[in-house]
């Protein structure tokens, strides 16, 4: 194997020793400290011609030995990639417009675009269009804030691939607060929480990506995207003093996110993927990525097919402005006009 890209998990360790025709280890924005990434790059093997590992958004980035890479002949990219930005830079309106990139300009030039060293989150600040790298940006922590501190158990450590571990999501109610926990791969739930944390009980095994409200009802999007895609929209309500979650819509692939236009439409952007496997090996499967409109029917439409970021830019926010989509994704701004369906590419430069 001479690419693995393990990115976005919540991995603690990792040995690559049995891979040694690697070349290319995407292991960002996992959970590896400085001795588990100095252990990592112990198990690289040696190389002579290019190879890269990129390491950048774990905890131990900046105090790990990358020596013991490069040594080997790695190229390691870590935090000082970054991009450092003018204070008036991380407002969109800033960024340059350039030509939409085919989706085989995107897949066949991985080191420009799926190793691109920037995770691209868009947000709205005081009626602005902002943009920042994912690993700077706040909003997902104020999302999952509580007034309570959620424990497994009395043990100190977390098991992060355990109930009640995760990325997470959080909307209040009138008795409480109801936090989605995603995992990845490891799984994830739905529960609801009492206002001071001390009642809890599990409303389902859907893995939340986002709530959304609408008309008053509350929304989420949810699904897994590894080795197959799906997900769906669901929506959550009280029946018999419980909160329960029911399918509004099957989605054709994994959501990525979700806001509302001007008509109450859901705009959804979906992650695609090319690949799966089964009792044979590698399969194609028909998993492309997408940007949907749904309205209060459930009915679906199409807005873009076959989206450029496949599965290689990684779309993870969403703004929508005057019925204009800019969806926030690996490497640039996807822009999306509802009315006249023109898009345009954005990039800080």
Request: glycine residues 8%.
């Amino acid at each position: 194997m001479g690419i693995l890209s393990c990115d976005q998990n919540l991995l603690t360790r990792l040995d690559v020793s049995n891979n040694i025709l690697l070349t290319n280890l995407r292991c960002d924005c996992n959970q590896l400290q400085a001795d588990a990434l100095n252990e990592l790059f112990r198990t690289l093997p040696k190389v002579d011609t290019r190879a890269s590992i990129m390491i950048r958004g774990n905890p131990g980035e900046l105090h790990c030995d990358r020596s013991i890479a490069t040594d080997k002949g790695w190229k390691v990219y870590f935090n000082d990639y970054l991009l450092v930005f003018k204070e008036n830079t991380t407002f969109l309106k800033s960024w340059k417009n350039h030509p939409v990139p085919t989706t085989d300009e995107v897949k066949n030039n991985g080191q420009e675009y799926n190793w691109a060293p920037n995770d691209w989150v868009v947000y709205l600040d005081e009626g602005e269009i902002r943009v920042d790298d994912v690993r700077n940006y706040k909003r997902r922590d104020l999302r999952s804030e509580l007034p309570f501190e959620i424990k497994q158990s009395n043990n100190k450590w977390t098991n992060v691939s355990a109930p009640l571990a995760g990325l997470r999501d959080v909307i209040e109610v009138g008795d409480g607060y109801l936090v989605g926990f995603n995992r990845g791969e490891w799984g994830g739930e739905l529960y609801w929480f009492s206002k001071n944390g001390e009642e809890k009980y599990k409303i389902s095994g859907h893995q939340i990506v986002q709530f959304i409200k609408r008309d008053n009802k509350i929304y989420a999007i949810e699904g897994l995207a590894h080795l197959s895609t799906g997900g769906s929209i669901i929506e959550i309500e009280k029946e018999e003093g419980k909160w329960i979650a029911k399918e509004f819509l099957k989605l054709p692939t994994t959501p990525e996110a979700v806001q509302l236009d001007s008509k109450g439409n859901f705009i959804v952007v979906t992650f695609g993927t090319n690949w799966s496997f089964d009792k044979g090996g590698m399969t194609v499967i028909n998993a492309t990525p997408g940007l949907f409109s749904i309205d209060r029917e459930a009915n679906i439409d199409t807005l873009v097919k076959d989206g450029i970021w496949g599965d290689y830019l990684y779309p993870s926010s969403m703004v929508i402005q005057n019925d204009v989509v800019y969806i926030g994704m690996r490497k640039g701004v996807y822009k999306f006009d509802l009315t006249t369906k023109r898009d345009e590419w954005l990039l800080p430069e």
